[in-house]
């Protein structure tokens, strides 16, 4: 039988520290593809946990840019770097923009 996820990193956190995310996250260990977009290859990552809002992705295969559009499965995301960590980056998922066509840049219009 398995149980679900119960994030315990609030236990780890200084006291009087709180956790400051949107939503809750869901371990995942998932391959997908960060797109920078333009004639940049994709570059191949995986999720670590991952939430309606944003996601910790590890990219030990190349650093990606500030923003691009993360593939989960079927799904794609505009997703913004809003923190670093030798391969491992935090990104929020950004409401309202449409991911871009295939070899398209964030912004551009088709």
């Known amino acids: 039988m ?6 315990r ?19 995942s260990f998932s ?10 290859p994709a570059i191949p990552c995986r999720v670590i946990d991952i939430s309606t809002t944003g996601a910790k992705i590890d990219s030990p295969h190349g650093t990606l ?3 691009f559009v993360l593939t989960v499965g079927h799904a794609r995301h505009v997703a913004q770097v809003v923190w670093r960590r030798q391969t491992m980056v935090g990104v929020e998922f950004q409401k ?5 066509r295939s070899g398209g840049k964030i912004g551009d219009r088709r």
């Open 2 to 7: 398995y149980a679900p996820f119960t994030d």
């Open 9 to 27: 990193s609030a236990r780890n956190q200084a006291p009087g520290a709180e956790d400051r995310r949107a939503a809750p996250r869901l371990k």
């Open 65 to 67: 840019p500030d923003q």
């Open 96 to 100: 309202g923009v449409r991911p871009p």
């Open 31 to 40: 391959d997908v593809w960060a797109d920078p977009g333009g004639m940049e």
